[in-house]
């Protein structure tokens, strides 16, 4: 796994400064470094970190086809590289490495654009074609690998796999952009194509650039999307053997390294069953690796240990406690803009752990995605039931009241949270779903948002982002609408972004079958009802695992990557939180009403409410804002 940068000229004029670049790389050594290089010609300008996971005496980059008109920097893998190199030395092309960096060189001089059509894997990569005077962007079709770009003050192009690096650069715009606030208080995250600066985008995932020199900047171009059509007929026998035969070629494809290997195992369904078709693959021992809690309802480390044994894998596990607490600036450095999941201590951890004993390890991520494996689907689903049957008419002004009257229930189940589901029936489904998954719901928003920001924002709201995706959803299915939903948003934005990061800060490279792109594109197409049958979500890929996993694995409670923030907040880091919260920074930035955060504050210690998920986003948000102080030019 690696970091690009680069620089372009739209013009084809400027000759930039190596030592720019040179800074723009560093700013990425930890995705990379194993080694480094840069190449300097008039208009561009790319920089390359690496770390070396196969061809390791060679694909140093950039990397050059044979008359050095084409020149490519690529963060990522690609599983059927040696298929691709033997077919393109068929058509004449002469490799110097066995590397699959050459692989898309190759691949662009013989197919152009459309050479990653043919790419299965992970990547972001840029090629500089002098004899086209063209720049080709790409990114994979599910987002694994991240890619930022933005025009500079000076009309120059930049781009990068970390934001970071792009704020190395002086000329870059650092103005907040508004909507992005309201999506991070939203979501958790920004989705893409935003980042918190105006000007500074993500490319989104599936999607091209293609720069031509003398041309103004191009629009992103979509070259795949997750098709959830058609439905298959196909019998749950048969539905099962065709999942355990593409899951172990998926796993297998990403078992390719000559570096040590081996997989994160939670003690879930997913990580387990990644766990179980290495196991059958290789001969030795897999490695594995698990992080706990200090607080026992989080901690689910002996259903890993239970999975490690059956495997008899070498398992490894550590313990996150509340002197982690101290990550929080780590986070905010290493995410660069507002990210809000607290499941990146423990994904910090994990990697750090594995780290100590492997370079690559494959990870579950995916499996609620593909096979509804979220409680959210059931419960959406459930009030879908509901919404169908009785028009919105009717709904939005009954339950409408009905939430408006009932008292909030933060501490019971959700089953029971009646003030929750009144205002879900009382929205359309995708409003509903978009209640279901805010972090802050719009009463929140609209409470901790000064007036200041208020007026900024102007009548934006995140709901925008999620009807964007379902104009040009390929399904109307209920659940299939809100699982392409998530594959857009909070699984690239969110999951994936949180575990590049985490596993980039210590050079250990992650990798997904759960999500190969063959994979998710048959998943897509089977019936919902295989997805989440009689309220049990991902039921397929259970009902297909049950010879190769223990029952209890397969059918106990979801627990997730959770951490214990409200008994933190109101234990040891207390004072941590109002001194972060009530501070100048917070306070200073006129972005909040301050007589909202201190009720939130004192809610939460008196017990009288849980507002951890609040408290932490704030949290973040701040030590976003401070570090933003520290950085800025």
Same mark, same amino acid.
């Given at each position: 796994?690696?970091?690009?940068?680069?620089?372009? =000229?739209?013009?084809?004029?400027?000759?930039?400064?190596?030592?720019?670049?040179?800074? %723009?790389?560093?700013?990425?050594?930890?995705?990379?470094?194993?080694?480094?290089?840069?190449?300097?010609?008039?208009?561009?300008?790319?920089?390359?970190?690496?770390?070396?996971?196969?061809?390791?005496?060679? @694909?140093?980059?950039?990397?050059?086809?044979?008359?050095?008109?084409?020149?490519?920097? +690529?963060?990522?893998?690609?599983?059927?590289?040696?298929?691709?190199?033997?077919?393109?030395?068929?058509?004449?092309?002469?490799?110097?490495?066995?590397?699959?960096?050459?692989?898309?060189?190759?691949?662009?001089?013989?197919?152009?654009? &459309?050479?990653?059509?043919?790419?299965?894997?992970?990547?972001?990569?840029?090629?500089?074609?002098?004899?086209?005077?063209?720049?080709?962007?790409?990114?994979?079709?599910?987002?694994?690998?991240?890619?930022?770009?933005?025009?500079?003050?000076?009309?120059?192009?930049?781009?990068?796999?970390?934001?970071?690096?792009?704020?190395?650069?002086?000329?870059?715009?650092?103005?907040?952009?508004?909507?992005?606030?309201?999506?991070?208080?939203?979501?958790?995250?920004?989705?893409?194509?935003?980042?918190?600066?105006?000007?500074? /985008?993500?490319?989104? !995932?599936?999607?091209?650039?293609?720069?031509?020199?003398?041309?103004?900047?191009?629009?992103?171009?979509?070259?795949?999307?997750?098709?959830?059509?058609?439905?298959?007929?196909?019998?749950?026998?048969?539905?099962?053997?065709?999942?355990?035969?593409?899951?172990?070629?998926?796993?297998?494809?990403? %078992?390719?390294?000559?570096?040590?290997?081996?997989?994160?195992?939670?003690?879930?369904?997913?990580? &387990?069953?990644?766990?179980?078709?290495?196991?059958?693959?290789?001969?030795?021992?897999?490695?594995?690796?698990?992080? @706990?809690? =200090?607080?026992?309802?989080?901690?689910?480390?002996?259903?890993?240990?239970?999975?490690?044994?059956?495997?008899?894998?070498?398992?490894?596990?550590?313990?996150?406690?509340?002197?982690?607490?101290?990550?929080?600036?780590?986070?905010?450095?290493?995410?660069?803009?507002?990210?809000?999941?607290?499941?990146?201590?423990?994904?910090?951890?994990?990697?750090?752990?594995?780290?100590?004993?492997?370079?690559?390890?494959?990870?579950? =991520?995916?499996?609620?995605?593909?096979?509804?494996?979220?409680?959210?689907?059931?419960?959406?689903?459930?009030?879908?039931?509901?919404?169908?049957?009785?028009?919105?008419?009717?709904?939005?002004?009954?339950?409408?009241?009905?939430?408006?009257?009932?008292?909030?229930?933060?501490?019971?189940?959700?089953?029971?949270?009646?003030?929750?589901?009144?205002?879900?029936?009382?929205?359309?489904?995708?409003?509903? +779903?978009?209640?279901?998954?805010?972090?802050?719901?719009?009463?929140?928003?609209?409470?901790?948002?000064?007036?200041?920001?208020?007026?900024?924002?102007?009548? /934006?709201?995140?709901?925008?982002?999620?009807?964007?995706?379902?104009?040009?959803? !390929?399904?109307?299915?209920?659940?299939?609408?809100?699982?392409?939903?998530? %594959?857009?948003?909070?699984?690239?934005?969110?999951?994936?972004?949180?575990?590049?990061?985490?596993?980039?800060?210590?050079?250990?490279?992650?990798?997904?079958?759960?999500?190969?792109?063959?994979?998710?594109?048959?998943?897509?197409?089977?019936?919902?009802?295989?997805?989440?049958?009689?309220?049990?979500?991902?039921?397929?890929?259970?009902?297909?695992?049950?010879?190769?996993?223990?029952?209890?694995?397969?059918?106990?409670?979801?627990?997730?990557? @959770?951490?214990?923030?409200?008994?933190?907040?109101?234990?040891?880091?207390?004072?941590?939180?109002?001194?972060?919260?009530?501070?100048?920074?917070?306070?200073?930035?006129?972005?909040?009403?301050?007589?909202?955060?201190?009720?939130?504050?004192?809610?939460?210690?008196?017990?009288?409410?849980?507002?951890?998920?609040?408290?932490?986003?704030?949290?973040?948000?701040?030590?976003?804002?401070?570090?933003? %102080?520290?950085?800025?030019?």
């Amino acid at each position: 796994m690696c970091g690009v940068v680069g620089l372009f =000229d739209l013009n084809g004029q400027t000759h930039f400064d190596e030592s720019v670049v040179q800074a %723009m790389n560093e700013s990425q050594f930890h995705r990379g470094p194993d080694a480094g290089g840069v190449h300097l010609e008039q208009g561009v300008a790319f920089g390359h970190r690496r770390l070396a996971i196969i061809d390791l005496s060679g @694909g140093a980059q950039p990397l050059f086809n044979e008359d050095h008109s084409v020149v490519v920097t +690529y963060n990522g893998e690609l599983y059927n590289f040696e298929a691709l190199s033997q077919e393109l030395k068929d058509k004449g092309h002469i490799f110097r490495t066995h590397s699959d960096t050459e692989v898309i060189v190759h691949a662009w001089e013989e197919w152009g654009a &459309s050479c990653v059509n043919r790419f299965r894997g992970m990547f972001v990569f840029a090629i500089w074609d002098r004899n086209q005077q063209t720049l080709f962007i790409a990114r994979d079709r599910l987002g694994i690998k991240p890619l930022f770009y933005g025009v500079l003050h000076d009309g120059n192009v930049a781009f990068s796999s970390e934001l970071k690096a792009l704020k190395t650069l002086d000329n870059l715009p650092r103005e907040i952009e508004p909507t992005a606030i309201e999506d991070y208080f939203t979501f958790g995250y920004i989705p893409e194509p935003k980042t918190i600066y105006q000007g500074v /985008y993500k490319l989104r !995932p599936g999607h091209t650039l293609t720069f031509k020199v003398g041309q103004p900047l191009p629009e992103q171009k979509e070259y795949w999307d997750i098709p959830f059509a058609p439905v298959q007929d196909i019998s749950e026998d048969e539905a099962q053997q065709r999942l355990l035969a593409l899951l172990s070629e998926a796993v297998d494809l990403r %078992m390719i390294a000559e570096v040590p290997l081996g997989a994160f195992l939670s003690g879930g369904v997913d990580s &387990s069953a990644v766990v179980a078709m290495m196991s059958k693959l290789q001969d030795k021992p897999v490695n594995t690796c698990a992080i @706990g809690f =200090d607080v026992k309802q989080f901690d689910e480390t002996h259903y890993a240990d239970k999975v490690a044994e059956l495997f008899k894998t070498n398992h490894y596990k550590d313990v996150v406690d509340s002197d982690t607490f101290t990550l929080v600036d780590t986070l905010a450095t290493l995410y660069d803009e507002p990210y809000a999941d607290s499941s990146a201590i423990p994904t910090y951890k994990v990697c750090e752990l594995a780290r100590k004993r492997v370079t690559v390890a494959l990870s579950g =991520d995916g499996g609620d995605e593909n096979f509804a494996g979220y409680r959210r689907y059931k419960w959406h689903m459930n009030e879908e039931a509901l919404r169908q049957k009785i028009p919105l008419s009717i709904r939005k002004p009954v339950f409408g009241l009905l939430g408006r009257l009932y008292p909030k229930a933060d501490w019971a189940p959700r089953v029971f949270r009646a003030k929750t589901t009144f205002q879900s029936l009382a929205r359309s489904s995708v409003e509903a +779903y978009l209640h279901t998954v805010s972090l802050l719901n719009d009463e929140q928003r609209d409470e901790l948002f000064s007036d200041k920001l208020k007026d900024w924002l102007g009548d /934006y709201k995140s709901i925008q982002v999620f009807d964007e995706y379902v104009k040009k959803s !390929p399904t109307q299915d209920p659940l299939s609408l809100i699982q392409y939903l998530d %594959m857009k948003t909070y699984l690239v934005g969110d999951i994936l972004t949180k575990v590049d990061r985490a596993s980039m800060a210590h050079a250990l490279e992650v990798r997904v079958p759960l999500l190969d792109h063959k994979f998710i594109e048959w998943a897509s197409s089977l019936p919902a009802d295989m997805k989440l049958k009689r309220q049990e979500g991902k039921y397929i890929l259970k009902k297909s695992l049950e010879p190769v996993l223990p029952h209890d694995v397969l059918y106990r409670d979801k627990m997730g990557f @959770g951490v214990p923030l409200a008994k933190w907040f109101r234990g040891p880091l207390k004072e941590k939180v109002e001194a972060s919260l009530l501070g100048d920074t917070i306070r200073h930035s006129g972005l909040f009403n301050m007589a909202y955060v201190e009720r939130v504050l004192s809610q939460h210690q008196s017990g009288m409410r849980d507002h951890s998920v609040v408290i932490w986003t704030l949290l973040m948000f701040n030590a976003f804002l401070m570090n933003e %102080m520290a950085t800025a030019h």
